[in-house]
């Protein structure tokens, strides 16, 4: 028997049980290889783990086999050969609980935010804007805070730089930020954003975090699996940017949970250098930040990457767990990498971690985990166990069938364009003199309201009413993990 307080993913090569206390697995992880060394189907074993343990997953499907979690494993062949070297696993083919998400709607229910959810730091990375293009996006969102201008979709902001760029008087203190060619260059950076077809991304009905972390109908946790074959090769800014605002949303959203005997919500990242290459250093820093603070709201965060060295010292420090598939080292620069992965683990004298690196077969791993008391514990060699659901992609068919049966089906499929900054500003033209604003509601009304509301009309009201009560305070708190409006960006 296994203990259920832990998080079990392989075996020593004696068969013993390798895995990590459940309470530890908000300290974050990695899961590192070259290509065909395993990583998915780790990555698969884990998230089933999580599921069984009653851990929502939230994970990124990036060639799109991932989404075998919603069907039964058949095992043969060599699987069948490691599952009979595990007894302890007690190997019982099934599903996991599945909803499927697509930005672009076609493979998954429509996965949105809304412009004034992510905010002018995190929008500004997306268009990679230079310092005077961010300083005057955040002029036009402080307008839009201070107008009442809900900022939902792409053509909101656009109608605000145009309003702005003909009414310049708004701006205030702020005007010399919004030049007539810091203008021209956000909308030319909108319209190629759009272009990708990133505009899929901003609307409503917006992402409800609840939906993530309710638990499926048996109690195991839900795995939410976003397909993204197409969109890291594509569009892989709006990739990272989209998951970079799901982490901020977490932790504003999520309250403090202290020490407890699982995670709340386990995020996978695959490719995970997407996140740090080309991000500015203030939200990197940020990021960095919001990794290390955010395991005490129960959140654990599992990067996915070919090497170690994809993601900044300053992150590496903080994963507790580390599953480190095969390397390959042909160069100088390779070789000298591989020594500093092996000397990233604590070392065992029972074999050579070095050596190991380049002998792991595939689903072979070496594994740094942490003991009870939270200390690193002696590298282990490790084949990993397999998955209990199949190890490959879903038919179209079974795709559609797990889409059509989820539980959030009809919730996000119809998008909803309600009254906001494009639909105020084009009114304003006919009607100079526009009514005056009406008090935002008190803020506890919008979930008390949501109680009482279903499907996408209550979720857009719901979000609607979260958003102007929370109006004046996205003046001072905005975007990733509430970065401040104006500062030393105003100079």
């Known amino acids: 028997m296994t203990d259920a307080s832990k998080l079990w993913f392989g075996a020593d090569p004696d068969g013993q049980p390798i895995g990590q206390d459940l309470r530890l697995a908000n300290r974050h992880g990695l899961i590192a290889g070259a290509t065909g060394t395993g990583k998915t189907v780790t990555l698969q074993r884990l998230a089933e783990a999580f599921s069984e343990a009653g851990v929502a997953v939230f994970a990124a499907d990036i060639k799109g086999d991932l989404c075998g979690l919603g069907a039964a494993g058949s095992p043969e062949g060599k699987i069948a050969e490691r599952i009979a070297q595990m007894p302890w696993l007690k190997f019982t083919p099934q ?5 499927l998400w697509d930005i672009h709607g076609q493979s998954g229910h429509p996965l949105r935010t809304t412009l004034t959810e992510m905010g002018p730091l995190l929008l500004g990375s997306l268009l990679e804007l230079t310092d005077s293009q961010q300083s005057a996006l955040y002029a036009a969102f402080k307008v839009a805070d201070r107008e009442g201008l809900l900022l939902l979709d792409l053509k909101d902001l656009k109608a605000l730089l145009n309003h702005l760029k003909d009414n310049p008087q708004l701006l205030g203190d702020d005007s010399a930020l919004m030049t007539t ?49 197409r969109l890291v090769h594509e569009a892989p800014k709006v990739y990272a940017t989209f998951l970079l605002w799901l982490l901020a949303e ?25 996140l740090f290459n080309g991000t500015p250093q203030a939200l990197q820093d940020r990021l960095e930040q ?37 390397l390959r080292a042909f160069t100088a620069k390779e ?22 690196l380049t002998e792991l077969g595939t689903g072979e791993a070496l594994v740094g985990t942490l003991q009870d008391k939270g200390t690193p514990a002696m590298v282990q060699r490790v084949m990993i166990a397999p998955p209990q659901s199949r190890i490959g992609p879903l038919s179209d068919a079974q795709r559609a069938t797990l889409i059509e049966r989820s539980p959030l089906a009809g919730r996000y499929d119809k998008p909803i364009d309600r009254e906001s900054a494009y639909e105020m500003l084009m009114a304003r033209k006919v009607a100079p003199n526009p009514a005056e604003k009406s008090a935002p509601p008190e ?5 008390k309201a949501g109680e009482f509301l279903s499907g996408a009309a209550g979720q857009a009201l719901k979000s609607a009413m979260r958003q102007a009560a929370n109006q004046f305070g996205r003046q001072l708190v905005r975007g990733l993990m509430g970065s401040l409006l104006g500062g030393s960006k105003r100079k």
């Open 95 to 99: 599903a996991c609980p599945v909803t």
């Open 181 to 229: 060619g810091s203008t021209q260059a956000l909308l030319r950076r909108l319209a190629t954003l759009e272009q990708q077809g990133a505009e899929a991304l901003f609307g409503e009905p917006a992402l409800q975090l609840e939906d993530i972390l309710r638990p499926g109908a048996d109690g195991r946790g839900q795995i939410h699996l976003l397909d993204a074959s």
């Open 250 to 274: 977490l932790f504003e959203q999520l309250p403090e949970r202290g020490d407890a005997d699982k995670p709340l919500l386990a995020l996978f990242f695959d490719e995970a250098h997407l």
């Open 290 to 326: 919001v990794v290390r603070l955010i395991r005490s709201k129960g959140v654990g965060v599992y990067f996915v990457t070919q090497s170690p060295s994809d993601l900044p010292d300053a992150v590496l420090a903080q994963l507790s767990l580390r599953i480190q598939h095969g």
């Open 335 to 356: 070789q000298k990498s591989l020594r500093a992965v092996a000397d990233g683990f604590r070392p065992n004298p029972a074999f050579d971690a070095l050596s190991v």
């Open 443 to 447: 803020a506890g009304f919008a979930d």
